[in-house]
């Protein structure tokens, strides 16, 4: 089976400008969920989908940020424009049932730097 | 609030020795609790889990410790290994919920062989 995926694991871009990151959840789990780590600090939840439905967009920090999941497949996390404080680790992660039920399966980040 | 300090806590141990990780969770209505292993340029890779109606739990080498009256959980790893060496975090189901994580700050692990 294979894991969560998110492109690209690296982006730098300058403040100002747009990123778009990409994310493919574990074929079958229909819930899929965005965290993000800065500078370091605690991982903390963005937002979550249920297939392509906004179940909990409450950790979005404002709206430059977009998430989309059209299909109910993949999802993209858009930055625009991008600020120097988004810099920091981006992780997608999804589960087959709730998170009592299921683990949680994390993809290996996209990395963000905004200079 | 929100944390400060860019400093995780460390904890170094040597190759063979138990490692014992705190963590202090912050909702009392959270009643599922997980510790993650993130290791450099990997997400958070699930060890060990328990719920509020347990007060320890094991598995293969981990133990995970629950202190509901104090909101502590610890994670406790047997013959800490140089595999071993990682970030782990403490999560917790923010408040009872059955999709959102809080994650506690992070715990760097270094194992010395």
């Known amino acids: 089976e294979a894991g969560v995926t998110q492109f690209p694991s690296h982006s730098v871009i300058e403040k100002g400008q747009t990123v778009t990151l990409r994310c493919d959840p574990i074929s079958g789990h229909d819930n899929l969920y965005w965290y993000r780590r800065v500078m370091g600090k605690e991982i903390k939840f963005l937002l979550h989908f249920v297939k392509e439905s906004k179940q909990d967009e409450s950790g979005m920090p404002n709206n430059r940020f977009l998430a989309e999941r059209t299909g109910g497949t993949y999802s993209t996390l858009k930055v625009q424009p991008a600020e120097l404080e988004d810099s920091g680790v981006y992780f997608c992660?999804?589960?087959?049932?709730?998170?009592?039920?299921?683990?949680?399966?994390f993809g290996n980040g996209t990395r963000l730097t905004v200079t | 609030g929100e944390s400060v300090g860019l400093h995780l806590p460390t904890l170094s141990v040597q190759e063979g020795d138990n490692s014992i990780i705190n963590c202090a969770y912050s909702?009392?209505?959270?009643?599922?609790f997980i510790w993650y292993k993130q290791e450099s340029g990997k997400g958070p890779q699930f060890i060990i889990d328990i719920r509020s109606n347990m007060d320890k739990r094991q598995g293969q080498r981990v133990t995970v410790l629950l202190n509901k009256t104090v909101k502590h959980l610890s994670l406790q790893i047997a013959a800490t290994q140089p595999g071993d060496s990682a970030v782990y975090f403490c999560a917790e189901n923010s408040g009872g919920s059955n999709y959102k994580l809080t994650f506690g700050k992070g715990t760097l692990l270094t194992v010395n062989p």
């Open positions: 992660a999804s589960s087959q049932m709730t998170v009592l039920d299921s683990p949680l399966h």
């Open positions: 909702n009392s209505a959270s009643d599922y």
